[in-house]
């Protein structure tokens, strides 16, 4: 399973990104996707999950409410919709795969990660 992050960039403080995460290679084999990020000196934290069908959603309290994830199965493809942002969202974002379909937090419980995208938020 490969996964391919992509949609960072540069923004404004109030700005808004959409960041998407691309699957390849075993498709059958991923249940619940999740979004992590890593601030500079900082150790990597838990954003959003999803679980295969849509129905089970889990975001850390710092981005709820600004954040949404999203998935699209025909497309093999997660996104996580970011509104609102802070200079605090500032980070490299990672997208993570797990086979089993339970949503989790902990980032040992995901399988596959993807190479990750640098947000920066910044005027």
């Known amino acids: 399973v490969q996964l391919q992050a992509s949609g960072g960039g540069l923004v404004h403080p109030g700005g808004s990104l959409r960041l998407s995460c691309a699957t390849s290679?075993?498709?059958?084999?991923?249940?619940?996707m999740g979004w992590f990020r890593q601030a500079p000196g900082k150790e990597r934290e838990f954003v959003a999950a999803?679980?295969?069908?849509?129905?089970?959603?889990r975001y850390s309290d710092s981005v709820k409410g600004r954040f949404t994830i999203s998935r699209d199965n025909a497309k093999n493809t997660v996104y996580l919709q970011m509104n609102s942002l802070e200079p605090e969202d500032t980070a490299v974002y990672y997208c993570?795969?797990?086979?089993?379909?339970?949503?989790?937090?902990?980032?040992?419980?995901?399988?596959?990660w993807g190479q990750g995208t640098q947000v920066t938020v910044s005027s």
């Open positions: 993570a795969a797990r086979s089993n379909p339970l949503v989790y937090s902990a980032e040992n419980m995901y399988n596959y």
């Open positions: 290679g075993t498709i059958f084999s991923i249940n619940a």
């Open positions: 999803m679980s295969r069908a849509g129905s089970t959603t």
